[in-house]
C-alpha cells in the first residue's frame, strides 16, 4: 500500500518539518517567482523491498503505516541506508521519538512563554542574525526591514528589537532579539518576499541581558 494522507500528516506535523538527524528545515522558500522546494524524505525504517536496509520479512503490520517512517533530509536518508549497521531498526526509532519530543516540547515552551507576562530584567533571550548576499539594492533592504517590524508571524517568539548591522559599504546583516530564536526558515521566507537574497542564518544566546521596560 502507498504511504496513506493521514500517515504522511502526522509525519510532518510531529517532526515540524525537519530531519530527524540534523533539524535542518526540509521546506525551503521559493525566490525569483519559483515555487517553494521539498528537500525531505518520508523514509521507511524497516524497508519494504526484499534485500533493502533492514529489512523483514516477518514485520508486522503495514510497513507504510506512520510508525515505520522516519522524516529525514535526502543526505540523511542515503547514510541511515548506506550504514545499517549504525543506524539500525531501534537507532532510527530513537532518533524519531527524540526528535518528535524535542519538536514538541519547543512548540510548547514558545506558546506557553508568549503567553505569560513579560520576564524580569535580566532574562536571557536571544539574538537570530540574517546575513545577507553583497552587493543588493538598499531599498530591499528598507522593505525587509518594514516587515520585519510589521509582519505578525513573528510576535510569538516574544521579540523586543530588529536592528541592522553595517559596515561603510552598507548594510551587510540584519538581526531580530527576541526570547525565543527566530525560526530561520520564517525569516528566509520573509527576505524572499521582498526580494533579499539571504547567505546564512544564525543565533547566538543573550545571557541576562533583557531590559525592563521602565
Known sequence: M????????????????????????LVMPGSGGDQSSIVGDECHIVSKAAGGPRHDPFLPGDPDDYG??????RTDHKLADDQTGTYTVEKLKQ??????????????????RTAAQ???QG?????????????????????????MINDRR?????RVATGFKSNPTGRYAAWVQAFLPVSANLLRELAAEVGV???DVGHERLPGVYQASP
Open 154 to 158: 513573528l510576535d510569538v517568539y516574544g
Open 2 to 25: 502507498p504511504i496513506s494522507d493521514k500517515s504522511r500528516k502526522l509525519l510532518w506535523a510531529r517532526a515540524g518539518g525537519r530531519c530527524a538527524l540534523c533539524q535542518h528545515a
Open 68 to 73: 515505520n517512517l522516519l522524516l529525514l533530509c
Open 197 to 199: 537574497q539571504v547567505l
Open 118 to 120: 513579560p520576564p524580569a
Open 95 to 112: 532518533l524519531k521519538a527524540q526528535h518528535e519530543a524535542s519538536v514538541d516540547g519547543a512548540l510548547a515552551s514558545r506558546f506557553d
Open 123 to 147: 532574562f536571557d533571550n536571544f539574538r537570530t542574525t540574517i546575513w545577507f548576499t553583497p552587493d543588493q539594492p538598499e531599498c530591499t533592504f528598507e522593505a525587509f526591514q518594514q516587515r
